[in-house]
């Protein structure tokens, strides 16, 4: 399973990103994609999930302002990221579990797979 993170760069505050997180090798049916971010020397952030039932899950801090959404058929999924502010920059992972726990953020280690990352910077 390859997770591969795109759609990162650098915004100015208030204007909107969309990640795309794209699986290859990935056969789940039952299943729980997660994005994630991180902050230097800061432990991960978990900001949203969705199963694959089409169930989210969403992080307090982004909670309204990132929608999570997937293209099953495709194998991509995305987090669209409004009203972004500087602290909102970070580097972002999407990661996956194979599973039927449902939408979930934590623990982060049951996430067997991981993406390189993608940077997101907001000035």
């Known amino acids: 399973v390859q997770l591969v993170e795109s759609g990162g760069g650098s915004v100015q505050a208030g204007e909107s990103l969309r990640l795309s997180c794209t699986a290859s090798?990935?056969?789940?049916?039952?299943?729980?994609m997660a994005w994630f971010r991180q902050f230097p020397g800061k432990e991960r952030e978990g900001l949203a999930a969705?199963?694959?039932?089409?169930?989210?899950t969403y992080g307090e801090s982004v909670k309204g302002r990132f929608i999570i959404s997937q293209d099953k058929e495709k194998h991509i999924w995305y987090l669209q990221m409004n009203s972004l502010k500087p602290a909102d920059s970070a580097m972002y992972f999407c990661?996956?579990?194979?599973?039927?726990?449902?939408?979930?953020?934590?623990?982060?280690?049951?996430?067997?797979?991981w993406g390189k990352g993608t940077q997101v910077t907001v000035s």
């Open positions: 969705i199963d694959g039932n089409g169930e989210t």
């Open positions: 090798g990935y056969t789940y049916t039952r299943y729980c």
């Open positions: 990661a996956a579990y194979g599973g039927a726990l449902g939408p979930f953020l934590a623990p982060d280690y049951l996430f067997a797979y």
